[in-house]
């Protein structure tokens, strides 16, 4: 079982559409949250970080983390065309000085319909 | 803003062939991260550098190796390559000090390699 899980999706909306992305984890130690979103055969763009537990939000995008509910979501107000992409959540437990590897789901891939 | 930069973007192979990636992070990071990306897979971490130094070794196969540089660039050495390494390889970097990470993971474009 992987220690992060995420709907593959896909998931389909008309333009406008408030989106709403979810990651479910096991491992209690993770304590810095990403999203990140990635076109095809491209790299992955950092969206949304956010270190342990509460909300952000930037922009049309906000992250919340409930670390007592091992689990994080993603909202997107106003969704756009340009939004289609697939989501990656992804997850890291600070390893001695450094971030540590990132732990990702599977990702969401999202379509926004005009 | 400057990002992680990857070369080659693109390279292909042929079986038993080895193949050298590079890795140029974002200008003051100091830590190096390597992950493979198989189609319709997420990214699995291979291997991280800070400072220089192997930070943490993932599910990286014996036959590659990596190393960081005084310039903080990274190589990804991969040899005796097999079918199975036809894959996406992204290199992310990072600023990080001895009080804790100061910025998270920027992912460069990745070098797409196919083995044939």
């Known amino acids: 079982q992987k220690e992060v899980e995420q709907d593959p999706g896909p998931l389909s909306v008309p333009e406008g559409a408030i989106v709403s992305l979810n990651c479910t984890y096991s491992n209690s130690a993770f304590q810095y949250f990403m999203w990140y979103r990635q076109y095809s055969r491209k790299g992955p763009e950092l969206l949304m970080y956010t270190y342990s537990s509460g909300n952000k939000e930037d922009g049309r995008f906000t992250a919340q983390v409930d670390k007592s509910s091992k689990y994080i979501s993603l909202f997107i107000r106003d969704s756009q065309p340009s939004d289609s992409a697939t989501y990656l959540c992804a997850m890291s437990v600070e390893r001695g000085s450094t971030l540590g590897r990132l732990y990702f789901g599977r990702g969401t891939q999202l379509t926004v319909w005009p | 803003a400057a990002g992680v930069i990857q070369s080659p973007r693109h390279l292909i192979k042929e079986k038993r062939e080895t193949a050298t990636l590079k890795c140029y992070p974002i200008p003051r990071h100091d830590t190096v991260y390597w992950y493979q990306q198989g189609p319709g897979q997420d990214p699995q971490f291979l291997i991280s550098f800070y400072e220089k130094m192997q930070s943490d070794k993932g599910s990286i196969p014996d036959r590659f190796s990596a190393q960081q540089f005084s310039d903080y660039h990274s190589e990804l050495n991969m040899s005796s390559l097999e079918l199975g390494d036809s894959a996406l390889y992204f290199c992310?970097?990072?600023?990080?000090?001895?009080?804790?990470?100061?910025?998270?993971?920027?992912f460069g474009p990745g070098t797409r390699l196919l083995v044939l």
């Open positions: 992310a970097s990072s600023l990080e000090s001895a009080g804790g990470p100061l910025e998270t993971q920027y």
